[in-house]
Every structure is written in C-alpha cells, then in structure tokens.
C-alpha cells in the first residue's frame, strides 16, 4: 500500500521551511564575513547545512511510503531508498509524541537508513504506524519493548 503525505502540509513543513532556512544561512554567511570568529553565526551556518543536508541529500523525510509484503520504498526529494523485506535485519523505530517516528533500518548511516516520520500526517496514518511497528516487531522481535508489552498482554488475560 502507498501512503502519501498530506502535499500542503509537506510544503509548509519542509519545503517552506527549507526555504526559510537557505534565507538564514544567507543571513548568517554574510554576519559572519563581516565579523569572523565563531558566534552564534556560526551554529546557525551549521545547523542550517545539516538540515539542508538532510532534507534533500540524504532524504530523512519522505513524501511517500509504499509498505507489501515484499518491499519496503521510501520517496523524497529526488530520491527514492528501496528495501527489500527478505534483506532487512535490522529496523528500529524511536517513538515520540503525535505518532512521530524516527526510523532507523540496517547499517543506517548519514546518506541511507535514518527517516522522520510524522505518521498523522500520511493518508491512512492509523494504518501506516501500526504497520510499520509490526514490521519492526517482525524483523526484531526480541526488542524489550515487543517482550515487555506481550508479557503485559499475558498477564491481563
């Protein structure tokens, strides 16, 4: 099944606000020629790159989901990762509020492997997180979160 990401609140939150950004590292480039030493333009510069970076090299949060039973596909700015289900051995997923994921799979590492996911705002997103979290508990299925919650659903039987 494809999940797509609600297109007006996908420009608001990370095209606008990459837009925003390009603006601050502008701003902070040109404060920080005319007044050289490391300053709160220089973090501004470097978190500006790196969330630039993430966003449309590395492709951490995706416009479209698709999820069966034999892949696993995730589709952002220019970029597209493709996981087969057979090959995945390692997926781990770090849940915050507001049904937020961060998503980790295989040797993740700065280019490939690490996705945001803000689930509530994905067509289906009931559907999407409770399949991403048993494809989680799938491919790891001795996490102490999936054994503490199978023994608390034991215990209340």
């Not at 596909?73 to 970029?79: A, C, D, E, P, S």
């Not at 289900?85 to 997926?91: A, E, G, R, S, V």
Request: contains cysteine.
């Amino acid at each position: 099944m494809t999940y797509k990401y609600n297109k007006k609140k996908y420009f608001i939150t990370v095209t606008l606000t990459s837009i925003f950004i390009v603006f601050l590292l502008i701003y902070a480039v040109i404060k920080n020629i005319f007044n050289f030493n490391i300053n709160i333009y220089t973090f501004i510069i470097l978190a500006s790159c790196y969330e630039l970076f993430n966003i449309y090299i590395a492709g951490v949060k995706p416009l479209e989901i698709e999820l069966d039973s034999h892949k696993l596909v995730l589709r952002g700015y220019h970029k597209e990762d493709v996981y087969e289900i057979k090959d995945l051995k390692y997926m781990m997923t770090k849940e915050l509020a507001n049904k937020r994921l961060y998503l980790r799979i295989n040797k993740y590492s700065l280019l490939k492997g690490r996705y945001w996911l803000d689930t509530k705002s994905y067509e289906n997103s009931e559907n999407l997180y409770l399949n991403i979290m048993e494809l989680e508990r799938l491919i790891c299925p001795n996490q102490l979160k999936y054994n503490h919650r199978s023994r608390r659903v034991k215990e209340n039987r």
